[in-house]
Nanobody, 126 residues
Framework: QVQLVESGGGLVQVGGSLRLSCEVS????????VGWFRQAPGKDREFVAA????????YYEDSVKGRFTISRDNAKNTVYLQMNSLSLEDTAVYYC???????????????????WGQGTQVTVSS
């Protein structure tokens, strides 16, 4: 049984930073692709970033490039999303998701992930 547990959300001012964590249990860690998605009120869920745990390749949505960094700690079975220079538009519920069988062209598609965390709220205030 694969489980994802997120932590690290909260309230931060514009320009501030937060780090989200996603602990992955069950399954073989290195086989997963782990993605971060977010959903703001009234909007569709959107891709933020992803990482292939086996090789470490990373992928980012254009609006977060240069501000967000996705990384992994294999020893802790944990994926991190470091978010810097946060703006009001980053306010959303952030979800981590994982899958063991994704092809590269599907990494940005939330519908292709089998496992999801419970979500963590990130609120950026002015």
């Amino acid at each position: 049984q694969v489980q994802l547990v997120e932590s690290g959300g909260g309230l931060v001012q514009v320009g501030g930073s937060l780090r989200l964590s996603c602990e992955v249990s069950g399954g073989t860690f290195r086989r997963f692709v782990v993605g971060w998605f977010r959903q703001a009120p009234g909007k569709d869920r959107e891709f933020v970033a992803a990482i292939k745990l086996g090789g470490g390749s990373t992928y980012y949505e254009d609006s977060v490039k240069g501000r967000f960094t996705i990384s992994r700690d294999n020893a802790k079975n944990t994926v991190y999303l470091q978010m810097n220079s946060l703006s009001l538009e980053d306010t959303a519920v952030y979800y981590c998701a994982a899958d063991q069988h994704l092809i590269q062209s599907s990494i940005r598609n939330f519908g292709q992930y089998d496992y999801w965390g419970q979500g963590t709220q990130v609120t950026v205030s002015s």
